[in-house]
């Protein structure tokens, strides 16, 4: 099993630039996040998916779009790039059993640089 | 709203000593769980622990031991005997209410970054 993986590991972009980072995950999993690092501030949850076709706001969502067309990806979108998007992304995985989730399952981050 | 504090920015200790790293939250779910998360320096995230609001008992696990006290909202991780590979940040993160339309989604807290030295 690769677990999760994302999809690129680093990237620059120049400001007003559109990407779009991609997750992958192999272990059938319901629940998908995503995340950013940001020096001192821990990880901050950007959006996340509680299954195929389903994607909802998280802490700091502005300036992201997501779309999580079949379950195992989850993909996050800039649309214009900005410097305050400079970060660390990670993605991240979960699952339910008995009525209670368990932990997440992480990515290696992709380390985004926007000029 | 969930809240989750690593007042220990950075901790610096020589190789061998025991290491504290406090974590302090605020929610006002009566469920929850509590994790640990470690950052070594390539950069994944490696889960730790979870554990349950409704489970007290202190847990360890070969070095590292776990001191969950619900009457201080705290949740202090120790590494004993510290070793370099230890080396790294450390995160403590909260999901509230352990089921439900939490979604699994975790708080973080700041994180610490600990350094042993040799």
């Known amino acids: 099993n690769a677990g999760v993986t994302q999809t690129p590991k680093f990237r620059v972009l120049k400001t007003g630039q559109s990407m779009t980072l991609l997750c992958a995950q192999d272990?059938?999993?319901?629940?998908m996040y995503w995340y950013r690092q940001d020096p001192g501030m821990g990880l901050r949850l950007i959006h996340y998916?509680?299954?195929?076709?389903?994607?909802a706001k998280g802490e700091v969502p502005d300036g992201y779009n997501v779309s999580r067309l079949k379950k195992q990806n989850f993909l996050l979108g800039l649309e214009s790039a900005a410097p305050s998007q400079t970060s660390v992304y990670f993605c991240a995985s979960s699952y339910m059993v008995l009525g209670s989730y368990n932990e997440q399952f992480f990515g290696p981050g992709t380390r985004l640089t926007v000029l | 709203a969930q809240k989750v504090t690593q007042a220990q920015t950075e901790i610096s200790v020589v190789e061998k000593e025991d290491v504290t790293l406090d974590c302090v939250y605020e929610t006002r779910d009566t469920t929850y769980y509590l994790f640990w998360y470690k950052q070594p320096p390539s950069g994944e995230l490696v889960f730790l622990i979870r554990?349950?609001?409704?489970?007290?008992q202190n847990e360890i696990s070969g070095r590292y031991s776990w001191n969950f006290q619900k009457s201080t909202s705290s949740f202090n991780f120790t590494i004993t005997a510290s070793q370099v590979v230890d080396s790294a940040v450390y995160f403590c993160a909260l999901s509230p209410n352990a089921g439900g339309t939490s979604y699994g989604k975790l708080t973080f807290g700041q994180g610490t970054i600990l350094t042993v030295h040799p």
């Open positions: 998916s509680v299954g195929e076709g389903t994607t």
């Open positions: 554990r349950n609001s409704f489970d007290e």
């Open positions: 272990m059938n999993h319901e629940y």
